[in-house]
């Protein structure tokens, strides 16, 4: 069964950081491209990041370019996002999840997400 | 930068009754679309890619149509569990998300 389970959401003041985790099982975590998604409180869903199978390619939204990082280790079959300079509209939940398959931008496993709220 | 949109916002359905959603796309996204459902407290969950494939296990009565710029998301007799926000998103390129419809209880 594919799990994907979030952490590392906590409450940080503005200007702060943080590094989310997403640990995967059940499937090869090495053959699937990966993302974050995020929700804000009541809102709709936000693409985030990618970063490929092994982690030669990452890409961001523009709201977070430039402060946020995505990363992969392979060996411990998890995600990762760091996150920096936040800001009071990054307070979100924080989705991982896998790409269906390298051609198609789809999202078929999600884990059930992480709390992240930016506020002083 | 393509924008996606989604009507109604809301939609009141009965039991058993079809439930037509719309999503449409700012620009050409060929057939480059998908469906996900969310609950309260849950994930987003795939429904329908490529337009109009169903994901593993969607039961038949989730339908996707459409190509280009209009698509629809068809549940031909809505059942008590899909009562839920339905998000289109596209991946001509960068995944983008409409913002959904919420399909409640009429």
């Known amino acids: 069964e594919v799990q994907l389970v979030e952490s590392g959401g906590v409450v940080v003041q503005p200007g702060g950081s943080l590094r989310l985790s997403c640990a995967a099982s059940?499937?090869?975590?090495?053959?699937?491209?990966m993302h974050w998604v995020r929700q804000a409180p009541g809102k709709g869903l936000e693409w985030v990041s990618l970063?490929?199978?092994?982690?030669?390619?990452?890409y961001y939204a523009d709201s977070v370019k430039g402060r946020f990082t995505i990363s992969r280790d392979n060996s411990k079959n998890s995600l990762y996002l760091q996150m920096n300079s936040l800001r009071t509209e990054d307070t979100a939940l924080y989705y991982c999840a896998r790409q269906l398959s390298d051609i198609l931008t789809v999202l078929d496993y999600w884990g059930q997400g992480t709390l992240v709220t930016v506020s002083s | 930068e393509i924008v996606m949109t989604q009507s109604p916002a809301t939609l009141s359905v009965s039991p058993g009754e079809r439930a037509t959603l719309s999503c449409r796309a700012s620009q050409s996204v060929s057939s480059n679309l998908a469906w996900y459902q969310q609950k309260p407290g849950q994930a987003p969950r795939l429904l329908i890619y490529?337009?109009?494939t169903r994901a593993t296990g969607i039961p038949a009565r989730f339908s996707g149509s459409g190509s280009g710029t209009e698509f629809t998301l068809t549940i031909s007799s809505l059942q008590s569990e899909d009562f839920a926000v339905y998000y289109c998103?596209?991946?001509?390129?960068?995944?983008?998300f409409g913002p959904g419809t919420k399909v409640d209880i009429k």
């Open positions: 998103q596209q991946y001509n390129n960068w995944p983008r």
């Open positions: 490529g337009a109009s």
């Open positions: 970063i490929s199978w092994d982690g030669g390619s990452t």
């Open positions: 059940g499937f090869t975590f090495d053959d699937y491209t």
